[in-house]
Every structure is written in C-alpha cells, then in structure tokens.
Nanobody, 116 residues
C-alpha cells in the first residue's frame, strides 16, 4: 500500500533552517509528481510546493518563494523540502502528498514550530 512518512520537523528560531524529508513506498515514485502542504492551527491546509516526476519543474506558493526549495531523489524514493529564513508564520504541520491511481495519499505530517 502507498505510504508517505515525513520527518525532519522541530522547533527553530526565526531566521533558521530545517530540511524536511518524505519517504515514499508502495507506488512507482519516479512516475509521480509530489507536493508539500502545510496546515497552521485554525487555518485550511495550503499548498507549499510541487515538483514534477523527474524533478525538472518546481512551483511554490508566493509566501515561501525564494526561501523554500523542493527537491527529490528518485533513487531513494524521497522528496525533500529545504526551508530557509523561517518565519513564525511558517509554523504548521507539514504534509507530503501524491496521487496514485486517482487517489490522493497523505503522510502523517511533521510539526514545524518557528519561535524564539
């Protein structure tokens, strides 16, 4: 079955960096685009970044453009989110997502807290 397992979250000071990972299994990872979403308390889940199956094209929400970088390693079945210059408003649970055979799959999420 499809599994997505996020890791790498934690507490970081404003201006700091974190690198999130999402390990995928149960589907042909190299065939599928991948996405990172986030959900802050009391807010709707929002799209943060997308990456195509080969990694050649990436897109970002305006709020993270220039600070976050999505990447993938198809040999390791893993997608990453490098987050730099973190702000308190980046505090959220971060999820990776894919769609396989028309069904969306989500990981369990990893908490990112940006606070001094």
């Amino acid at each position: 079955q499809v599994q997505l397992v996020e890791s790498g979250g934690g507490l970081v000071q404003p201006g700091g960096s974190l690198r999130l990972s999402c390990a995928a299994s149960g589907f042909t990872f190299s065939f599928k685009p991948m996405s990172w979403y986030r959900q802050a308390p009391g807010k709707e889940r929002e799209l943060v970044a997308n990456i195509t199956s080969g990694g050649g094209v990436t897109t970002y929400a305006d709020s993270v453009k220039g600070r976050f970088t999505i990447s993938r390693d198809n040999a390791k079945n893993t997608v990453y989110l490098q987050m730099n210059s973190l702000k308190p408003e980046d505090t959220a649970v971060y999820y990776c997502r894919t769609i396989w055979r028309s069904v969306p799959y989500w990981g369990q999420g990893t908490q990112v807290t940006v606070s001094s």
